[in-house]
């Protein structure tokens, strides 16, 4: 099975529309300042535009949001980390999925399972239609099953080398609403293309 492990990169855009206030303005300009440097690869600049957007102090969750991005580009895990649980308690449920959903595929490359799996199902419960999150939850899932499986064989217990009930009920729940869409494949398909060649 492929993991999704990307994160979430989209950046949250404020509808500057509404904002009326100048303060508002300049921290719009900082974060889409920001998004625009980070799109193009200059991630000390973009970390210079959201710094500057928390010091204006208004929206400081999206800035925190977008400089954990730019931290966790640049490999600074910890401080990624700590720059989305400022952002985790925003009102707005985007938001918060995505940092869930970064929290989580940042706890999968650090191999902490159930962490990832506590995440995942947090995300989903925000957006119960993210295919990614679904698809990186069972990773998480099987990942802590065979875990599970390998101590089982160590200390020499005949316990079964399934999911425990809780995973088993969750991941049953999942394919029965998704029917239509859920993959569970471990063949990964290779197309022939002209490259091939």
Request: net charge negative; with cysteine; glycine share 8%.
């Amino acid at each position: 099975m492929a993991i999704r492990k990307g994160i979430v990169l989209g950046f949250i855009i404020l509808e500057f529309i509404s904002v009326v206030s100048c303060t508002g303005v300049r921290v719009g300009w900082h974060l889409v300042k920001g998004n625009r440097y980070y799109a193009e690869g200059n991630f000390q600049e973009a970390q210079v535009a959201y710094t500057q957007a928390l010091e204006v102090g208004e929206y400081g969750e999206y800035a925190h949001y977008n400089l954990g991005n730019v931290y966790y580009t640049l490999g600074e895990r910890k401080a990624a980390l700590a720059e989305w649980e400022k952002a985790q308690g925003a009102e707005e449920s985007r938001l918060r999925f995505n940092v869930l959903f970064n929290k989580g595929v940042l706890a999968l490359e650090e191999e902490n399972f159930k962490e990832a799996e506590r995440l995942f199902i947090q995300a989903l419960e925000i957006d119960s239609t993210s295919y990614p999150a679904k698809i990186n939850l069972e990773y998480a899932l099987l990942k802590l099953s065979t875990l599970q499986a390998q101590a089982s064989k160590l200390h020499g217990s005949p316990r079964s080398h399934q999911l425990d009930d809780e995973g088993e009920r969750l991941l049953h729940y999942i394919r029965q609403k998704e029917t239509n869409r859920w993959i569970a494949s471990n063949k990964i398909v290779l197309e022939e293309s002209a490259e091939d060649w």
